[in-house]
């Protein structure tokens, strides 16, 4: 498709287990983003990917979150040792990147994480 | 450290009446602005955004307003339409770094029929 998709759109998992989310970016589009919405919340920048660089992973809540993106496209976000806490929209965004300009992030639907 | 603030949480206006949504924001090294629009069970939808070197910036029925010395901005949408009934985001990003938005924390629009 021509949007960001997302997948799972839901997903429950018990305290404790491991989760993946993962995210497919526009094509072409080399600046992937991943931010979360907690309920009645903004969203909340989690890390971001330009390119072939490192990471910029300042907004990772804690050592149980972890990101990946494989061959400049598909994101896959780890969350280990899931807590309550960490129910929340998951949302990844991509945008042209690549120093040319103000460009608009768009976004996927989100994965909505429940945590039991 | 709210950097992206939208004081109302909600607003009502009749259809084919102005709405207006605002935004402030504390951080003088936002240097781009964006709104969003997001439906129930659905990702942020982009709308309009303006850069700091500008003071307005249309887009059909879409207005959006900087006033920098107040850091201050606004969304005006005129005629509301009741497809326009949505949470509305502002975000700001800033010119050092790495591109994230910072978000506030929303408007609800309801337009009445």
């Known amino acids: 498709g021509a949007g960001v998709s997302q997948s799972p759109s839901n997903k429950v998992t018990e305290k404790g287990k491991d989760v993946e989310l993962r995210c497919d970016p526009i094509?072409?589009?080399?600046?992937l983003y991943w931010y979360r919405q907690s309920l009645g919340q903004g969203l909340e920048f989690l890390i971001y990917?330009?390119?072939?660089?490192?990471?910029?992973k300042s907004g990772l809540p804690s050592d149980r979150f972890s990101a990946e993106r494989t061959g400049g496209s598909v994101s896959t976000l780890t969350i280990q040792r899931t807590q309550q806490e960490d129910s929340a929209v998951y949302l990844c965004?991509?945008?042209?990147?690549?120093?040319?300009?103000?460009?608009?992030?768009?976004f996927g639907d989100g994965t909505r994480l429940s945590i039991l | 450290d709210q950097q992206v603030k939208q004081n109302s949480p909600s607003l009502s206006v009749q259809e084919g009446r102005i709405s207006i949504l605002n935004c402030d924001y504390t951080?003088?090294?936002?240097?781009?602005f964006l709104w969003y629009k997001k439906y129930p069970a659905e990702g942020p939808t982009f709308l309009i955004s303006?850069?700091?070197?500008?003071d307005k910036n249309e887009d059909g029925r879409f207005t959006v307003f900087l006033n920098k010395s107040a850091k201050h901005l606004s969304l005006h949408i005129v005629p509301s339409q009741p497809g326009d009934s949505a949470v509305y985001f502002c975000?700001?990003?800033?010119?050092?770094?790495?591109?994230?938005?910072?978000f506030g924390t929303g408007t609800r629009l309801t337009i009445i029929p």
């Open positions: 975000a700001a990003r800033s010119n050092f770094g790495n591109e994230k938005l910072t």
């Open positions: 965004a991509s945008s042209v990147g690549g120093g040319l300009g103000n460009q608009p992030q768009h």
């Open positions: 951080n003088s090294m936002f240097d781009y």
């Open positions: 303006i850069s700091s070197i500008k």
């Open positions: 990917f330009q390119g072939n660089s490192a990471p910029d």
């Open positions: 094509s072409g589009h080399t600046a």
